[in-house]
């Protein structure tokens, strides 16, 4: 990446204020870009793709006015910018070049956070120290002004300080206020300002271990506890159809919310990639979200919360054009350019969305409109610059979905992990088979059938299947097989099995050791090649010796802190009888897990509880039959061995604790011994 030094970037701006300009052009080209532009994919791993957004030019004054500590500002439909510059207590308008139009609200303005411009003109000041919101005409003259709400709803203790305002179309105004922890105050022009309630407040969540914690502290010790409150809002922003958006802190993957009249999230699932510490959002011109961190980062994101680019960052104090150092206010103009406040460097940069971009924000609005048909053509010129784009490759798949081109389209789905997509065109195909195919898979089925009842005929009256039996017989008659045979018969009857374990050697370590290969096998095979719907790891990526020896040391450190507690307990258990119950307590993985990988195949995502009630049947019969084979092959009363498990739980977590220990001290050991080993060569060498 080229890097512009700070001292250049400064004589730079230099000559060209000097010359009366107040716009500083940035970079023209990808290769320019100080940053990188990453995407998520469908697995959730953040891939680089192609530049997003260039910097195209940087605001660092207003004509000859210079800008104290800006906190806000907005872009309106006749070319203006209205910009909040808080450190002077006014607001400054100019037009997109820069250049100065008028200033207002000296002397009125106190400590003001927060504006909005409406349509006709009417600029709306949120001013926290003089908790009022100001009203100021096209003019810059004040219309009027609004302060704390007089209605017991809003809270007599509750003060009023506003930090960020919308407006809608009816004039209600939505506040975020400092420190109320109530929601947005909603506020009605009519009867000089009508408190109408709070909205969209943001839910709490506490974590098990609170509400375990809040419900044994006494009343004394929960009043001096941190309450669990919910956040207040950072900064939102309004749609044209009256939706909010507004960005927290603090709420983990759901920091960013679409909220209705109704106050709900419209937001169907978290975004793949929320950022921590949001401080503004906009909307954009296709039906796309925008969010700015404080730290200089600019996510792009569908309405739904799918990101689409993340860029930016941080500057590292040589001032480059592109980077920021506190980010406070977000827009977007009608060509797509987008506009970011730094506060710290109180200057507006400015960023124009490159070729690629422009073909994605076309798609995006065609398709979020409906219109499937008209959005493969850019969707295909998208593809031809990146194959892999996650977000086009989905909405390909689904045009061609309304296409009724399912096989296609499943192409596409499986290339963007768009499990939806691919499970309506799985459907689609699937359904069309059983058309085609439903008559003759019943003939063969009752053919199948009729042949079934002649051969057993024919076997009962001539014997004709008596080889194949001797053949079964021999081969069902090896110590082997017939010991790997023994865990049908283990899973049906688990007492009597367990006594043939521990009593009549009816299976050895050998044969254990082939089932736990059976397992490992069967493990494999369902990672990597299960269906599409239920794939939880990335095509094409293997790690079979994770695999492999994630089955070994789980058998073995169960096996060996079982035995350890066992034996510690009078349990009659030999070492050789715990491993074997335990590895044939998991028979039924083995006869189950083939039946979830063909049901896996076959199944769309309303048919999914198929398998994962499979998976639930199978881990609750596992569990049954390994308390039972500690009971018996222990000799132990249900009491004790509830107590053996919980213990054997115990000792392998001291056992985990004490490997990572091990491993932390032998890897500072080892790089002890090798930076010696590196300052011994360095001092031979010279």
């Keep these: 990446m080229k890097r512009v030094s700070k001292k250049l970037l400064l004589s730079l701006a230099a000559v060209l204020l000097a010359a009366g300009m ?21 697995y959730g791993y953040v891939t680089e793709t192609q530049t997003a957004y260039l910097p195209y030019a940087i605001i660092t004054k207003v004509g000859e006015e210079a800008l104290s500590g800006p906190t806000d500002f907005m872009l309106t439909d006749d070319g203006l910018i209205y910009i909040l510059d808080s450190g002077n207590a006014r607001v400054v308008v100019s037009d997109r070049g820069g250049n100065l139009v008028r200033t207002f609200g000296e ?5 003001p956070r927060g504006l909005y411009v409406t349509e006709d003109g009417t600029c709306y000041v949120a001013d926290r120290d003089a908790r009022s919101i100001f009203l100021f005409d096209q003019e810059g003259e004040l219309i009027r002004s609004y302060g704390k709400p007089d209605h017991p709803l809003y809270g007599s203790t509750q003060d009023f300080l506003p930090l960020k305002i919308v407006v809608n179309e009816a004039g209600t105004m939505y506040i975020i206020c400092e420190s109320n922890t109530n929601g947005i105050v909603q506020i009605s022009p009519v009867e000089n300002g009508t408190f109408l309630g709070y909205f969209g407040t943001n ?31 950072d900064n939102m922003a309004i749609d044209e159809k009256g939706l909010i958006y507004t960005v ?3 709420e983990e993957e759901r920091t960013l919310k679409r909220l209705n009249i109704a106050g709900t999230d419209m937001i169907a699932g978290a975004a793949d990639a929320y950022e921590d510490t949001p401080a503004a959002v906009a909307v954009g011109n296709h039906d796309n979200v925008f969010v700015a961190s404080s730290q200089g980062y600019i996510y792009e994101y569908t309405n739904e919360g799918e990101l689409l680019f993340v860029f930016g960052g941080s500057d590292d104090g040589q001032q480059r054009i592109g980077l920021s150092t506190k980010l406070e206010a977000i827009q977007v103009d009608e060509e797509d350019r987008i506009y970011v406040l730094d506060s710290d460097n109180a200057w507006i940069q400015i960023y124009e969305p490159t070729e690629f971009t422009g073909l994605l924000h076309q798609a995006l609005y065609l398709f979020s409109k409906g219109r499937y048909t008209e959005s493969k053509e850019p969707l295909t010129e998208v593809l031809k610059m990146n194959n892999l784009f996650d977000y086009a490759n989905m909405a390909m798949g689904r045009a061609l979905i309304q296409e009724e081109d399912y096989e296609n389209a499943i192409v596409y789905a499986k290339l963007a992990k768009d499990y939806e997509g691919y499970s309506d065109a799985f459907w689609e195909i699937r359904n069309n088979w059983l058309k085609r195919n439903l008559v003759t898979v019943i003939l063969i089925l009752l053919g199948a059938f009729l042949l079934y009842k002649v051969i057993k005929l024919l076997d009962k009256k001539k014997g004709i299947l008596k080889p194949v039996r001797a053949v079964l017989s021999r081969i069902g008659n090896v110590r082997l097989i017939r010991q790997l045979r023994y865990m049908f018969y283990f899973m049906r009857h688990p007492l009597d099995g367990c006594y043939g374990i521990k009593r009549q050697e009816r299976v050895s ?22 269906g599409f719907l239920l794939k939880t790891v990335r095509e094409g990526v293997y790690d079979l010796v994770s695999d492999i020896g994630l089955v070994v040391i789980a058998l073995l450190l169960v096996t060996g802190c079982n035995y350890l507690i066992c034996t510690i307990n009078d349990g009659e258990g030999k070492l050789k009888h715990i491993y074997c119950s335990f590895v044939y307590s998991l028979s039924p993985y ?11 195949h076959v199944v769309t995502n309303n048919e999914v509880f198929f398998v994962e009630f499979a998976r639930l049947f199978m881990v609750v019969w596992i569990a049954v039959l390994v308390f039972i084979s500690i009971r018996e092959i222990n000799n132990y009363t249900i ?9 054997t739980a115990f000792t392998i977590l001291i056992a985990l604790l004490l490997a990572f220990i091990i491993y932390v001290l032998w890897s500072q050991v080892f790089d002890f011994i090798r930076s010696i080993f590196g300052e011994v060569v360095y001092k031979l060498g010279n």
Excluded: H
């Design 590 to 600: 083995i006869v189950i897990t083939p039946v979830i990988f063909v049901l896996s």
């Design 22 to 42: 107040a716009v500083i052009p940035a970079y023209d080209t990808a290769a320019d870009s100080p940053y990188r532009t990453y995407t998520v994919d469908g």
């Design 509 to 530: 370590v050998a044969s254990a050791n082939l089932m736990v290969a059976i397992i490992i096998l069967f493990t494999i095979i369902n990672k990597y090649f299960c």
């Design 203 to 233: 839910a709490t969540n506490p974590s098990l271990w609170n509400i375990v914690w809040r419900a044994i502290q006494t009343d004394a010790q929960r009043a001096k506890s941190q309450a669990n409150i919910p956040a207040t809002p």
């Design 107 to 111: 002397g009125t303005l106190v400590s």
């Design 248 to 250: 927290t802190r603090g």
């Design 639 to 647: 009491k004790e061995t509830v107590k053996i498990i919980c213990l």
